[in-house]
């Protein structure tokens, strides 16, 4: 147990040190050869990789619409019953979400508006692994369906049988994506990035992934002919925020959720109550014994960290460092802390809120700010999925009105120019400013 009030600035950022994310040089050399080889080869590289790591027998990329709906009619009515219930709830939420332009006069004659449009193709990589995941399909998939992006693909490692998890076929479908590419890992990235003879390019990535995921992700939104991305990403992270009123199962099972995602997710308890803490220790022991994953939770919580404040309002100023991607919030009327509380990436408040909820069915997003960038990144969203711009139309009186203004600031900044495209229009509409004046024939000032 830490006690927050004794440790000095320095190991309070110590109590609150995230895993070393992997960037190692040979990581990042590794991820390039492999760009630079879907690059050069197309589909070659890609099935080569495909087969390397994932289905050594896979004959071809794309994933046939008949195999999807194969896939999909093999879900389980239940499973079926709980993926529409969530996408219902994630499509509300998002729908709600949908932004309205903006059109106005700002001088008499000057007009500007704000429009939004979504982007035209968008890449969502589903990771593979241990565990199919449709909720990350949906979480994806929903906000692009309801953004209305018109071309929608997904990659996801297949299994040994060229094939992937029926769910995830399921999930697809319900959010209208038809287009669904068999590989994974660095190589998926690429092809989406830069395009391959069966994989479109895409404007823009979405999903989360291992370190070769992320680490291509970034060099590919550095290219100039490469695609935006939805975020920086690192280890799956939750800090409980608990005071003695907590149940302290409850709590142990919040952290062990998080857990069980990886040996490098983060789990972290911060209260004021030391008895809540030994009972929330004692609880994840207890808990820890009857998960199907405890081989990969426990590694997790044994660096775990349990924090002891002095007050809920110190507690919250370790959360507010810390900026958590997941923020459960058990403590008694915590609706009224939710002022003092800046940063975090999905908060979960009170004692029937757990992680979970997010995670798949309440509505809100799953993919969040990770290793602190919950203080400057938003979780996502559907305005991640859409792009706005601007337009401007100024009428011959809106260019009397605001043309002396433009050009003295364009003058001011030596920018003759800007101050020339706007004096001639001056001077065409017999605004002649004796100090500004420009001989059209010469484009000097006279």
């Known amino acids: 147990m830490i006690t927050w009030s004794s440790l ?3 190991e309070k950022k110590q109590a609150l040190s995230r895993p070393a994310m992997a960037n190692s040089q040979q990581l990042k050399l590794t991820v390039s050869e492999i760009i630079a080889n879907v690059e050069a080869k197309g589909d070659s590289a890609v099935l080569d990789y495909t087969r390397k790591f994932d289905c050594p027998d896979l004959q071809s990329l794309v994933l046939s619409q008949s195999d999807i709906d194969e896939l999909a009619s093999k879900v389980s009515v239940e499973v079926a019953n709980a993926i529409d219930i969530a996408f219902d709830n ?7 979400q949908i932004p309205s332009d903006i059109s ?11 429009r939004f449009t979504a982007l035209d193709a968008v890449g969502l990589y589903i990771p593979g692994g241990s565990a199919p995941l449709p909720s990350t399909v949906l979480m994806l998939g929903v906000p692009a369906l309801v953004a209305g992006c018109e071309r929608k693909l997904l990659c996801t490692p297949p299994n040994k049988q060229q094939r992937i998890a029926p769910e995830i ?3 697809a479908r319900k959010c209208g994506i038809d287009n669904i590419f068999l590989c994974g890992g660095a190589q998926a990235v690429a092809a989406m990035a830069l395009g391959t003879q069966s994989i479109p390019q895409v404007d823009k990535i979405f999903g989360p992934g291992n370190s070769f995921v992320t680490e291509a992700k970034q060099q ?3 290219r100039a002919d490469g695609a935006a991305i939805d975020m920086p990403a690192g280890p799956s992270e939750v800090l409980v925020l608990a005071d003695k009123f907590a149940d302290a199962e409850f709590v142990a099972a919040d952290l062990l959720s998080q857990a069980e995602h990886g040996p490098d997710s983060q789990a972290i308890l911060v209260s004021d109550s ?8 004692a609880a994840v022991e207890r808990q820890l014994a009857t998960l199907s994953r405890a081989e990969i939770a426990r590694p ?7 924090i002891l404040a002095s007050s809920i309002d110190e507690a919250i100023e370790a959360s507010n460092a810390y900026a958590a991607e997941h923020l ?10 939710l002022p003092k509380i800046k940063y975090a990436g999905s908060i979960f408040l009170g004692p029937w809120s757990p992680e979970s909820a997010g995670d798949y069915a309440s509505g809100t997003n799953h993919v969040l700010p990770t290793y602190g960038y919950a203080k400057n990144y938003s979780s996502l969203g559907l305005l991640d999925f859409m792009r706005r711009y601007t337009i401007q139309e100024l009428s011959a009186d809106g260019m009397r009105n605001l043309g002396p203004a433009i050009m003295t600031l364009a003058s001011a900044e030596g920018l003759d120019a800007h101050e020339q495209a706007v004096a001639l229009r001056m001077n065409k509409l017999g605004m002649n400013d004796t100090s500004n004046d420009v001989d059209v024939n010469n484009g000097s000032n006279a």
């Open 8 to 10: 000095s600035n320095d």
């Open 90 to 96: 994630i499509k509300q939420f998002h729908e709600a």
């Open 104 to 114: 106005l006069t700002t001088t008499p004659g000057v007009h500007c508006e704000l």
């Open 169 to 171: 076929a399921f999930a």
């Open 220 to 222: 590919v939104s550095q």
């Open 274 to 281: 030391s008895e809540l803490i030994d009972a929330a220790k």
């Open 300 to 306: 997790a919580m044994e660096n775990a960290r349990y």
């Open 328 to 337: 459960i919030v058990q403590i008694e009327d915590a609706r009224s802390y």
